[in-house]
């Protein structure tokens, strides 16, 4: 296994010792936070707790949890812990509901938020004699400026491209002969396929490696790109409020993210009675920021189900690893009582040789829960004639009801008949919350 880090005495540091950091810095932000957001001291008072009962990160669990809705409540400068004028940069969720959050960054807050991306770089194998594409979405969104300002770190030659354009994505990868893409993984998907129609073979670009985030994705889709691009991809990890993609990346073993705990304290709480959950348990993520200075989030509930574990990495790397997350506390469909991800919707579909091009529709017809599913067919499925449409339906129904617990419908239909994504891909449609 290669073993190149960014910062190896960080990423490499002994447990105890990152615990001991960890716990300085998250009496000294407490402290901040306390000082300079009325908000959230009104909340510890409220729950009894004093920056003096915070001595280390045996005591994480007395401060107060946050959520999206205390951001709302805060929107646009509440939750701010420096005058304005200390910062350089805002960023802002996609969310199209709602007010949107709007995180603040100093320019440290913005170097360390790119250490991290360097971080994920490097792990994938990134030197300075990569060509990095960045293909995430530029401007409000984080996906752009923190791949890009990683890969400057780095050093390697960046490709600002932006999402979208797929033709010139593919000009750019061919002429400029990029070597590392930043994107989704639908995006990526979508990527392959269209090199694939322009006769381009996996083994014949130049690319090596993927880091793709920002939206879940299943094992069966990364083998899936990994063989339509012919590389290796890596999953990253991380929201707006926290500071954007880096929070977690994966390193050679492809085992999890490991998340950059030196900045970030995790937690497991069980999202109804928000205990926290030990080591190895499914439950929601939680983020503390421990050096954030202009939007130093404490406790904060991210609404993704995930695992934490602490085994060793043949990587070297110490810092604790997050599983891919399941989905979202909030994206759980509920169907006839059952819960449904769209992530084992997914599974069933690339185990079935069908591409991830899918749409899920729920509704509610006679006071019964309906799940629909529309997949496409791929031109070579389309014109093989071993199987009739209905037979693959049919088959496709079964396995998802053995994974699902419940039957949806599946209906196949004509390639290219399902919108592609260049971003974050719109999986669902819930008919039930627009009545
Ligand atoms: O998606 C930041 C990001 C950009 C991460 C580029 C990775 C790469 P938001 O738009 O605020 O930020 O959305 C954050 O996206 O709470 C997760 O639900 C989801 N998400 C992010 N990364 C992953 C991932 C960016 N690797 C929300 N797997 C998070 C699954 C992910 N879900």
Known sequence: MQKNYYQPEIETMELSKLQALQSEKLVKQVKHVYENVPYYRDMMDKKGVKPEDIHGIEDLHKLPLISKTDLRETYPYGMLAVPL???????????TTGKRVIAYYTQNDVELWEECCARAIVAVGGTK?????????????????????????????????SSGNTERQIQFITDLKATILC?????AAYIGEVMKEQGIKPEENSLKAGIFGAEPWTEEMRRDIEKTLGIKAYDIYGLTETSGPGVAFEC????????NEDHFIAEIIDPDTEEVLPLGSVGELVFTSIDKEAFPLLRYR????????????????????MCKPMGRSDDMMIIRGVNVFPSQIETVLINGGYAPNYQILVDRANNTDTLDINVELSPEQE?????????????????MRAMLGIGPKVHLVAPKSIARSEGKAVRVIDKRKLH
Do not use: W
């Not at 004028?85 to 969310?95: A, F, L, Y």
């Not at 994107?183 to 995006?187: A, G, K, L, R």
């Not at 995930?306 to 990587?315: D, M």
């Open 383 to 399: 014109k093989d004639t071993t199987k009739t449409v209905a037979q693959r339906e049919k088959a496709l129904e079964t396995a």
């Open 252 to 259: 050679e073993a492809q085992t999890g993210m490991h998340i």
């Open 85 to 95: 004028e200390d910062c350089v940069r805002i960023q802002s969720t996609s969310g």
């Open 183 to 187: 994107c989704t993984p639908s995006y």
């Open 129 to 161: 004699k990569d060509v990095c594409q960045v293909a995430y979405g530029y401007g409000l969104f984080t996906g752009g400026p923190g791949l890009n300002g990683g890969s400057h770190k780095v050093g390697c030659l960046t490709l600002p491209m």
């Open 302 to 321: 991210t609404r993704d189900i995930c695992k934490l574990t602490r085994e060793a990495c043949p990587c070297g790397r110490t810092h604790v690893k």
